[in-house]
């Protein structure tokens, strides 16, 4: 069974940091780009990250409001995409999914949210 399963959230506190985790199963995440999403509340899911697959080299890619602070990467030995998140700001408070679909080796079908395979989200609350 395909499936991906997040975990690492919770609450933080303003400048902190989180590292959410991103299993998958089912399919080998060397193989696809994968990537990941957030959802605010009362707003819309975005993409904020993703990494490509071992065929382009797993470029990483982030939105400028993650830029800098926000690190992806995958262990290949737990089959897993990591989201290491540091300077947390109440702004990154969200939902967070990672995503992929078995066809999208680069980012550039994945950073669309057109895809088939979503995790359950991990929630990540910024606050004093």
């Known amino acids: 069974q395909v499936q991906l399963v997040e975990s690492g959230g919770g609450p933080v506190q303003p400048g902190g940091s989180l590292r959410l985790s991103c299993v998958a199963s089912?399919?080998?995440?060397?193989?696809?780009?994968v990537g990941w999403f957030r959802q605010p509340p009362g707003k819309e899911r975005d993409w904020i990250s993703c990494i490509g697959s071992k065929s382009v080299n797993h470029s990483p890619y982030y939105r400028d409001s993650v830029k800098g602070r926000f690190t992806i990467s995958r262990d290949k030995a737990e089959n897993k995409v990591i989201l290491e998140m540091s300077k947390l700001t109440p702004d990154d408070t969200a939902v967070y999914y990672c995503?992929?679909?078995?066809?999208?080796?680069?980012?550039?079908?994945?950073?669309?949210?057109?895809?088939?395979?979503w995790g359950q989200g991990t929630s990540v609350t910024v606050s004093d």
């Open positions: 089912g399919f080998t995440v060397d193989d696809y780009a």
């Open positions: 995503a992929t679909d078995l066809y999208y080796t680069d980012c550039a079908g994945v950073i669309t949210g057109l895809l088939d395979i």
